[in-house]
């Protein structure tokens, strides 16, 4: 291909290195991000491992499938596909937050890609919407793969709103 027939636009998106012991990595989250995992009162709340790819779609499309018209039911079909691949080869992680009584609160999937952990999908229920809980997630995770080589990449966002709730957790932006 002659790179001079498409445009290249920088992007933005923003990273933790996960190379630090999780106080430390906690001890860079900005005083909103902790406030909000400190409201959640999640002390007892489980993040737990899990297979259940349909159930996270379907949190992640009752979150935000009204503000993603353009997205297909092919397109999580598709979604689907990639994730259940990815499962098999042992390069997705997918996770649910249940609180204290055993309700899932918020679910995530991340694709690993060399030394990243890519955050792809994630998506409170409504009552985890109501208490933090996607807050409580990412904290979780950070948590999980602290100490590791691993850097936790956000993927975006070019929504300033997005973009502010990832720096909560201390990460950086990285042009791309």
């Known amino acids: 291909y002659d790179s001079n027939q498409f445009e290249l636009l920088p992007?933005?998106?923003?990273?933790?290195?996960?190379?630090?012991?999780?106080?430390?990595?906690?001890?860079?989250?900005?005083?909103?991000?902790k406030k909000s995992i400190r409201k959640a009162n999640a002390e007892h709340w489980e993040l737990r491992e899990s297979n259940q790819i349909d159930l996270i779609?379907?949190?992640?499309?009752?979150?935000?499938?009204?503000?993603?018209?353009n997205i297909q039911f092919s397109d999580y079909e598709s979604l689907?596909?990639?994730?259940?691949?990815?499962?098999?080869?042992?390069?997705?992680?997918?996770?649910?937050?249940?609180?204290?009584?055993?309700?899932?609160?918020?679910s995530a999937v991340f694709i690993?890609?060399?030394?990243h952990l890519h955050y792809i999908l994630g998506a409170p229920t409504l009552e985890g919407r109501k208490r933090n809980a996607t807050h409580v997630l990412l904290d979780r995770v950070i948590e999980k793969h602290s100490s590791s080589k691993m850097t936790l990449d956000?993927?975006?966002?070019?929504?300033?709103?997005?973009?502010?709730?990832?720096?909560?957790?201390?990460s950086k932006p990285h042009t791309y």
Do not use: C, H, W
């Open 80 to 106: 689907k596909n990639l994730l259940e691949i990815s499962l098999n080869k042992e390069r997705a992680e997918l996770y649910e937050l249940m609180d204290e009584e055993g309700l899932r609160m918020a």
């Open 11 to 33: 992007r933005v998106t923003y990273q933790l290195q996960l190379n630090q012991p999780y106080e430390a990595l906690e001890e860079a989250y900005s005083k909103d991000g």
């Open 154 to 170: 956000f993927e975006g966002s070019e929504i300033p709103s997005v973009a502010y709730f990832y720096q909560k957790f201390g």
């Open 57 to 69: 779609i379907e949190d992640y499309r009752q979150a935000y499938g009204d503000r993603n018209l």
């Open 112 to 115: 690993k890609s060399n030394k």
